[in-house]
């Protein structure tokens, strides 16, 4: 709740300053964009997922020999408004973002391949208890939403511009699929019951992406402009059933057009 708090300030104030900046619009430009960012991330804690199938005191749990990754990738559509005095522009548009999380089994310090899996608890039914064996699982997930961004230019107008800017993203689910990869062939018809034990990525997602970057080209011509999120930050929770991450890094190319 407090990271959708911090959205809806940053959206209100994102707001009014459109409505103040309203009768200062000069032109508009239109263009593609298009980007990726990787996120530091953790094994988000699992009581399905072990290290081994064993629940006595000296084996170990998934948390400490579990690698992960997060990594995001979008593209989009986007109006950038550029205000009479050429130092601030307003983004908006339509952006699909694509994540994709993994887990395997971190083997640095076992050299035999027998190591290379970890234990799914998928299903405990009274004194029923069953285990699938996995090398490792991929979940992604598609989101669909508009991103609201601020660019303010540290020079005048010129064929070289550099920047800072504002942006975040509110987006809703338009799909996800996550992939276990089993070690027994005769288990691949369960590979659907084990994936649903590891839960869904979440309904919504908002980030936030402050960055700094350069423009290249003329007032009235193609423009190509390059940036780096330093950092990029997830602000809701849940965007992987499997791992969690707040923070990363990630570059933009946003290439426009004028259109008046």
Known sequence: MRYLNNVLCILGATLLLTQAKAQ??????????????????????????????????????????????????????KGEYLSSDGYLTLLSGVRYTHFESTIERDDFWNLSSNTSKFYILYNQNGTLTEYAQARNVKQSADYLGIPLEMRMYTMRPRFFRLFVKMGFDLSFKVGHRTKVDLVSPTMRPYEHLVANSLGAPASFLSTFNPSIGFKLGKEHSLNANFEVLLPAYILSNNTSSIVTSKAGIGVQLFISYPIN
């Open 24 to 77: 200062e619009i000069g032109k508009l430009r239109i263009g593609i964009e298009s980007g990726t960012s990787t996120y530091v991330s953790e094994f988000r804690e699992s009581a399905s997922i072990r290290a081994t199938n064993s629940i006595s005191l000296w084996e170990s749990t998934a948390h400490d020999e579990i690698e992960t990754s997060l990594n995001r990738f979008y593209t989009g559509i």
